[in-house]
């Protein structure tokens, strides 16, 4: 499937659906929870499966659900894919694949996509089972339960979680897809109107932000790991690539120290690769046919060193923990 089967006759981009979306659980039909018996999928400059990695990372399931990275750099083909250029002998070492392409492929012959990520396969049948990147962090945060470590968090409380949804699709819709709607557009009023969305959207979360340390309260939620994501890519690579020009993270105070806040919490910054970030949207996401990749130079900056510095937030929540226990 090509990118351009993905943009509207106005010239909007409308992100494809993810088609393996059975749920995890235990009742009928649904996929089982079992240890070991899943590897996720994903790329480090990706935002959804990003995300992904945080939550599981944050739950201690990482001795339960293996990983496998894909090159941040798609492979040079004359289709959409992803490579495990990463590993030993250019083959993932679980599933004994070269691209992405091939689990999907085999799993559904007719499939006709693009291979994404994050992505769970089944290492039992080797094949394909769930690759909703809306919906994975909740099943890890509710279903997979009881593989969590002892005294993991609660990032999705059950009396928020209809909170949690709803700023989640508004994080989503003009946010986490706003970006790529300015970035992907092919008319100038689409563009403008995913870019008009997108500030006024960030405008807000600024003035919320300033009263409170995360988007829910005094704890990180999962929404905070959805907004997080978008947020730590947007002067690398947003701001610049897909023409997201108005505002750089750093110009909005609030978001900024709330951003430098998660990146310093274990499972946010020592998963994020601002190096794969830069090279994946400044190299993957331009390539064309006239484009050649050796007349690609990748951007020196932006000074990545103010990730490190006092975000000064914790006074906002009066809470020495910034999660939920269970």
Same mark, same amino acid.
């Given at each position: 499937? +090509? ?43 990706? =935002? ?39 590993? #030993? ?51 890890? #945060? ?10 993991? =968090? ?29 970035? /992907? ?12 969305? *997108? ?14 340390? /995360? ?5 990180? $939620? ?7 994501? $978008? ?10 690539? /897909? ?40 190299? +993957? ?5 006239? *484009? ?12 990545? +060193? ?21």
């Amino acid at each position: 499937m +090509s990118q351009n089967q993905e943009i509207k006759a106005d010239g909007s981009f409308n992100r494809q659906k993810s088609l393996f979306s059975t749920s995890f659980g235990t009742k009928p039909g649904e996929l089982p929870v079992e240890k070991n018996r899943y590897r996720l999928i994903w790329s480090a400059p990706c =935002p959804w499966s990003h995300r992904v990695v945080i939550v599981r990372k944050i739950l201690g399931l990482e001795n339960v659900i293996s990983l496998g990275a894909v090159n941040p750099i798609r492979p040079d083909l004359p289709r959409i894919d992803w490579a495990f250029s990463l590993d #030993e002998n250019n083959v993932d070492p679980k599933l004994g694949i070269q691209y992405l392409s091939e689990i999907y492929t085999k799993t559904n012959p007719d499939y006709a996509g693009r291979p994404t990520v994050p992505v769970m396969v089944d290492c039992k049948d080797n094949i394909v089972v769930n690759n909703d990147y809306f919906t994975l962090t909740n099943a890890l #945060e509710t279903v997979w339960a009881p593989f969590h470590k002892s005294g993991a =968090p609660n990032l999705y409380p059950e009396p928020l979680r209809q909170r949690i949804d709803a700023m989640n699709d508004v994080i989503y819709a003009d946010i986490n897809n706003g970006v790529y709607k300015c970035g /992907f557009a092919r008319s100038q009023e689409a563009y403008e109107q995913a870019y008009d969305h *997108l500030f006024e959207k960030l405008a807000i979360l600024e003035q919320l932000i300033a009263a409170q340390r /995360f988007l829910l309260g005094d704890y990180i $939620t999962d929404a905070d790991v959805r907004l997080y994501v $978008t947020l730590v890519r947007f002067d690398v690579a947003y701001y610049s690539v /897909f023409k997201a020009n108005k505002n750089r993270l750093i110009d909005y105070p609030n978001l900024w120290a709330y951003a430098r806040d998660l990146y310093r919490t274990p499972g946010f910054g020592d998963t994020t690769d601002f190096e794969a970030i830069k090279k994946h949207y400044h190299l +993957s996401a331009r390539l064309s046919a006239d *484009l050649k990749k050796e007349n690609i130079i990748i951007p020196k900056g932006p000074d990545l +060193s103010g990730w490190d510095t006092e975000h000064n937030r914790q006074h906002l929540s009066g809470k020495e923990d910034k999660f939920l226990i269970r």
